[in-house]
């Protein structure tokens, strides 16, 4: 493995998900196997700018593995958006002697590091850490099966109320712009429709599939809606279909950030252990300016470019089995 890097920065940036802290874990562990010092940077790219900045030992990363969040917190920073903030980011660094960055985050993390990495030659390795599964190049990002199974769990609950009644849920994920989480967990809990910001759907078309349905004398359904979807989320979708349809007595439960939270699950801390290690290993051996991916079973280095700019398509597969499923 090549020398030149000696002392590497580690930090969590944008929204947080369950499994950061084990990438965090992995990337000082390896970092300290390889007998180089490690650096928590704390608060993102706010906390670079402000030298919020500490060196990281084997003990400062005890009993994380089973936390959701991240202990090196996390910020939005519009400063680091600018020409100014990145030099300051940069002269904290340098106080340091910082060499080298991990950054754990999603496309708006990697595209400052990227930009970052382009005006300064400091080398980046990203690891995909955000519950959307929005990011090319990797099956799995960290914290998205975590945060399926939340909200898997909690539409079961659900369900047991739905069905005692003649109700109609629905119930609104997270999904601005991407509709994998609720076309995966509307599969899992058998709903009924499943709103996403890819696929066109009408308040119609969604009618019609309520109305069969109460032909067959469903006395409850479960409707998932992504946030992003273009209808205008769960609340607006709702009042649409109380002023046209009444069979159903409607009920609104926005999941919200409770899908963000609670321990991670097994996957995801292996997954996030993989890739920080292979961050460590990928920066000591030359990489940089990519992502740390997992395709069919391996760990990867995708360009962060390719991360960033290619938009994922959902697989047509699963959206076969939604129309299937759901007659």
Do not use: W
Not at 24 to 35: E, L, N, P, Q
Not at 47 to 53: L, T, V
Not at 117 to 146: F, R
Not at 315 to 326: D, G, R, S, V
């Amino acid at each position: 493995m090549q020398t030149q890097i000696n002392r590497i920065g580690v930090f969590t940036s944008g929204g947080d998900a369950p499994g950061m802290n084990a990438a965090i874990r992995a990337v000082v562990r390896s970092a300290i196997y390889y007998d180089r010092k490690v650096f928590g940077i704390f608060r993102g790219y706010q906390g670079m700018i402000e030298g919020d900045i500490e060196e990281l030992q084997l003990r400062s990363v005890s009993n994380i593995l089973d936390r959701g969040g991240t202990m090196l917190k996390s910020a939005r920073s519009k400063e680091f958006r600018t020409k100014e903030g990145r030099r300051a980011a940069y002269e904290k660094l340098k106080e340091k002697n910082i060499d080298a960055l991990v950054v754990i985050g999603g496309d708006g993390s990697f595209t400052g590091a990227n930009i970052f990495e382009q005006e300064y030659g400091i080398p980046v390795i990203g690891i995909p850490g955000t519950i959307d599964n929005d990011l090319c190049g990797t099956n799995a990002t960290i914290g998205y099966d975590s945060a399926t199974n939340v909200v898997v769990e909690c539409i079961d609950k659900i369900r047991d109320t739905a069905s005692s009644h003649n109700r109609l849920f629905f119930i609104e994920v997270m999904g601005r712009d991407a509709g994998f989480i609720a076309l995966r967990t509307g599969i899992a809990t058998g709903a009924i429709a499943i709103m996403l910001p890819e696929k066109k759907q009408s308040i119609e078309d969604l009618i019609s599939i309520l109305d069969k349905a109460s032909k067959r004398r469903k006395t409850s359904n479960i409707v998932i809606v992504a946030e992003g979807d273009e209808l205008g989320g769960a609340v607006e979708i709702a009042k649409k279909i109380e002023e046209q349809y009444s069979f159903y007595e409607t009920k609104v439960t926005v999941l919200g950030h409770i899908q963000r939270g609670g321990s991670p699950s097994c996957f995801d801390r292996v997954l996030a252990s993989q890739m920080g290690v292979a961050a460590v290993e990928g920066l000591l051996e030359g990489e940089s300016n990519v992502m740390t991916g997992s395709q069919n079973g391996k760990i990867v280095y995708v360009p962060l470019d390719e991360a960033i700019k290619h938009t994922i398509k959902l697989n047509p597969e699963i959206l076969k089995l939604t129309k299937i499923l759901t007659i």
